[in-house]
């Protein structure tokens, strides 16, 4: 349990701002110039939506759940992922907007509803489930 929490943390919540920060080095690097940013702001979101659904994929397979499980948590994966892409790609175009894009109170709070419901479905997506036993004993809690 607590393997999937800190996976949950790292994947979740540290990985996102990874993605967030490469276009801002960027802008860094090259202060004034906006078409990198467009350019991230399109295939940056596509390529990490493509690495964290692998990714995911492989946690899910792990788990071995049955067939109906199995399909479920890959949509749910699919559709959180979904969610967190539309959020990639706002950080990122924000860069090359004006001024004041995406900063009223009602932008702030969509997006934290988009990631609160990316950071629920990754969670559902990858919880780990009851573990099968070899009937010897309970396993104890960690």
């Known amino acids: ?33 906006r078409w990198p940013i467009e350019v991230l702001g399109v295939t940056l979101p596509i390529l990490a939506f493509l690495a964290r659904f692998f990714a995911g994929l492989a946690v899910v397979r792990r788990q071995q759940p049955n067939a109906v499980f199995h399909a479920v948590k890959v949509v749910i994966l699919f559709f959180g992922l979904c969610f967190l892409m539309i959020i990639d790609v706002a950080m990122i175009l924000k860069l090359a907007m004006p001024k004041g894009a995406f900063e009223q109170p009602g932008d702030l ?20 489930g009851k573990r099968p036993t070899d009937g010897l004993a309970p396993e104890p809690f960690p």
């Open 1 to 33: 349990m607590i393997d999937w929490l800190r996976r949950l943390v790292i994947w979740d919540g540290i990985l996102p701002l990874a993605v967030w920060a490469v276009p801002r080095a960027v802008q860094w690097l090259l202060p004034g110039e």
């Open 109 to 128: 709070i969509g997006f934290a509803v988009f990631y609160g419901l990316y950071v629920a479905m990754m969670a559902l997506a990858t919880w780990p």
